[in-house]
């Protein structure tokens, strides 16, 4: 007979991704003529809910290769860049959840990369993009299915109980002189 049970359990209640864009000005020391490199390295960030929404704080480090002096030397310009981002994942179902019980998981989906850099009178303008993904976990309320009947038992056999009883079942003089043909 098949009953029902409702359990608790942690679950994915909410879900998103959202692509960030930031564009940075800087100043290096030497009047910049050619740029060439940009890397972000050293990506660090956590996810903290504020009442509705979900504010994710990161750092990352920006370092850009330029040459100066008409190409004739180079230098590499290192910035620490620290952002804030808001945003607003709804839950998918109605969870059980108390305010505050729900937890926060943030990945980085897409590493950010520095996508654009320009020289504009002497300022290096740099834009990094980056993709996160965004998790809410809660508590839900799942109904399951229960049967009330009994699994059927196992026998355990003992191998040292089969091996004392073949010992004692076996006759060493089943084959007989006598009844050899």
Not at 93 to 99: A, G, L, P, V
Not at 122 to 128: A, D, F, L, S
Not at 146 to 155: A, G, Q, S, V, Y
Request: aromatic residues 6%; glycine residues 6%.
């Amino acid at each position: 007979m098949a009953n029902t049970r409702e359990i608790v359990t942690k679950a994915v209640i909410g879900k998103g991704k959202k692509t960030f864009t930031t564009t940075n000005r800087t100043r290096p020391e030497e009047i910049p003529t050619t740029i060439l490199g940009c890397w972000v390295i050293n990506h660090h960030f956590t996810g903290v809910k504020t009442g509705d929404k979900i504010t994710i704080q990161g750092t990352y480090d920006v370092n850009i290769w330029y040459s100066y002096d008409n190409d004739t030397k180079t230098n590499v310009l290192k910035e620490k860049n620290t952002y804030n981002e808001v945003v607003n994942v709804r839950p998918r179902e109605n969870s059980d959840t108390t305010e505050g019980s729900e937890d926060i998981i943030v990945r980085s989906l897409k590493q950010p990369s520095c996508t654009k850099v320009d020289i504009e009178n002497g300022e290096i303008v740099y834009t990094v993009e980056k993709e996160l993904g965004i998790e809410l976990v809660g508590d839900v309320k799942v109904k399951i299915e229960t049967n009330d009947e009994e699994d059927p038992w196992d026998e355990i056999v003992d191998e040292k109980e089969v091996e004392k009883k073949i010992e004692e079942e076996v006759k060493e003089d089943f084959i007989r002189e006598d009844n050899i043909i």
